[in-house]
């Protein structure tokens, strides 16, 4: 079952809402340095009013959905920048607050215009996995070490969670999960802490197939349909060429709704130090590519790391069979 605002947003984007773009890419875009073990969150001590400004921009390129700044965001890695424990939590409560913030100022913006072209829309906190945490690596191999337990996972998470979801977001987004016992620990903990904001779990993959780790979507997603607290299941940070079949594989594996946001299909060219440009797909563009996505069953498109305002205003635009609007131009 979807809780009632998920399924009104959906209903009110016309079947697929749109969620926005690469967050940490567009900060950077704006002059933001996230060359740090914090990477886009180092902005929630350093710049949060570019944070603001990201989400506006999302907002008006049409986005039904934004994510909060927290994906790197963890307590330990704010203790060990010498922030205090208390600090910390504030910090991550900043994260939602500047994204409803941006969401209420933006919706009060538009109520004021005669044609209403957006939705007022939903705001979700972002939680990446322990890898992305851990900045070694392993948040694209899933391999997290001989160590870890569901227990360690779940205590890693629990602290973030309860106060991100206190916060007051609508949706809380779990992002790139690359394994299949960092799925178990989350669906535990929901349970556990019996969080009421309803959630989404969205996997990477590098290969189309499996998740990061070599495990398969089937095994997760079974995982993830025994908890009413997860509301939508997907994936995020993989290669756009790979999503139109991970739909149709996650469809025969689920009835939640199913969201994707891939990356911008640009390959980083280490040698060169550029990012090469997208040519990997039948000159398909993103939202060529978004129309089939919704066409497989997605319920919620957006883009990932790499792609910009511009690339969700195309995707707003051809699913929702109209532009959305700068405020300026209406
Ligand atoms: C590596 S996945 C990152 C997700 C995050 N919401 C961002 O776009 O910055």
Not at 99 to 109: I, V, Y
Not at 117 to 129: D, E, F, K, P, Q
Not at 171 to 185: D, H, T, V, Y
Request: charged letters at 20%; one cysteine or more.
């Amino acid at each position: 079952m979807m809780a009632g605002a998920v399924v009104e947003i959906v209903r009110s984007a016309g079947g697929c809402a749109v969620i926005d773009g690469g967050f940490a890419t567009q900060l950077e875009a704006l002059g933001a340095d996230i060359n740090d073990p914090l990477w886009s969150a180092a902005c929630l001590i350093t710049k949060p009013h570019l944070i603001k400004e990201v989400h506006m921009q999302y907002l008006e390129a049409g986005a039904d959905v934004i994510i909060s700044s927290s994906y790197q965001a963890t307590i330990p890695g704010f203790l060990a920048r010498g922030i205090l424990l208390e600090d910390a939590e504030g910090l991550l409560r900043t994260s939602v607050e500047l994204a409803l913030e941006a969401r209420d100022e933006f919706w009060k913006s538009t109520l004021r215009k005669s044609k209403p072209v957006y939705n007022r829309a939903l705001v979700a906190a972002s939680i990446g996995s322990y890898g992305a945490y851990l900045a070694d690596g392993s948040e694209y191999s899933g391999s997290y070490g001989e160590d870890i337990t569901i227990e360690k996972l779940k205590d890693f998470h629990r602290r973030r969670l309860q106060v991100l979801a206190s916060a007051g977001p609508d949706l809380i987004a779990f992002e790139a999960i690359p394994n299949k016992m960092e799925a178990q620990a989350l669906v535990e903990l929901l349970e556990e802490e019996d969080i009421q904001v309803p959630s989404w779990i969205c996997f990477s993959s590098v290969d189309g197939k499996n998740l990061c780790s070599g495990e398969s979507f089937a095994d997760c997603l079974q995982i993830l349909n025994a908890s009413d607290k997860v509301a939508i299941v997907g994936v995020n940070c993989t290669p756009p060429q790979f999503i139109e079949s991970i739909i149709r594989e996650l469809k025969k594996q689920t009835k939640k709704a199913i969201a994707v946001y891939p990356n911008s299909g640009e390959v980083w060219d280490g040698r060169a130090k550029r990012w090469l440009p997208v040519q990997c797909f039948g000159h398909k563009s993103f939202d060529v590519l978004a129309k089939r996505w919704q066409e497989a069953g997605a319920s919620f498109i957006g883009g990932c790391c790499r792609t910009t305002p511009s690339t969700i205003r195309a995707v707003s635009k051809i699913l929702k069979g109209k532009m959305a609007y700068s405020a300026t131009q209406i």
